[in-house]
T-cell receptor
Framework: GIQVEQSPPDLILQEGANSTLRCNFS?????LQWFHQNPWGQLINLFY???GTKQNGRLSATTVATERYSLLYISSSQTTDSGVYFC???????????FGPGTSLSVIP | DSGVTQTPKHLITATGQRVTLRCSPR?????VYWYQQSLDQGLQFLIQ???????AKGNILERFSAQQFPDLHSELNLSSLELGDSALYFC???????????FGPGTRLTVL
């Protein structure tokens, strides 16, 4: 089945810093979602992005499906950005969503 | 608030018991998904239903079963519970298969 890798596994940022999270996947995909799991366990939709670039406030995401990766950019990070970020591709040759292992982000004041 | 509801929020039970987790999808969504999140296994897809029919299966144990009812709510039944079944169980819904999924708040199951 599809393999999903996320990097870095852990990230500590000073408040106000920028960061780029990466998701690599081994198979072609029909869609891809980015989620933020906050410290209370809630999974929050960030982007639904099978290809191209989308922006939402301080966050933006780019998926290059032909090269099998997606990037999540966080600018001017805030302490409320802390948590785990998951990418979840949904494949063309399989009908399941596979979650990556996540990037654990801690933003310190 | 995603619009997906799950009950109960917390469940504590003993090994060998059986429990039922309930999920109501967002209004208009036909597809329901169940996921298990444990510390050692991460977020794992269990099963998907679309308009009452099973659509895809993941790493779901034989002791677990699910169904989607005519009103589109879904239930996940976990039986012969083991300590290792302790986890956060999420339900998600989407309009169609492969469309954007929205997650409920989860049910935290503790098996003692």
């Amino acid at each position: 089945g599809i393999q999903v890798e996320q990097s870095p596994p852990d990230l500590i940022l000073q408040e106000g810093a920028n960061s780029t999270l990466r998701c690599n996947f081994s198979d072609s995909v029909n869609n891809l979602q980015w989620f933020h799991q906050n410290p209370w366990g809630q999974l929050i939709n960030l982007f639904y992005i099978p290809s191209g670039t989308k922006q939402n406030g301080r966050l933006s995401a780019t998926t290059v499906a032909t090269e099998r990766y997606s990037l999540l950019y966080i600018s001017s990070s805030q302490t409320t950005d802390s948590g785990v970020y998951f990418c979840a591709p949904f494949g063309a040759s399989y009908d399941k969503v596979i979650f990556g292992p996540g990037t654990s982000l801690s933003v310190i004041p | 608030d995603s619009g997906v509801t799950q009950t109960p929020k917390h469940l504590i039970t003993a090994t060998g018991q059986r429990v039922t987790l309930r999920c109501s999808p967002r209004s208009g969504d036909l597809s329901v998904y169940w996921y298990q999140q444990s510390l050692d296994q991460g977020l794992q897809f269990l099963i998907q239903y679309y308009n009452g029919e099973e659509r895809a299966k993941g790493n779901i144990l034989e002791r677990f079963s699910a169904q989607q009812f005519p009103d589109l709510h879904s239930e996940l039944n976990l039986s012969s519970l083991e300590l290792g079944d302790s986890a956060l169980y999420f339900c998600a819904s989407s309009v169609l298969t492969s469309a954007e999924q929205f997650f409920g708040p989860g049910t935290r199951l503790t098996v003692l």
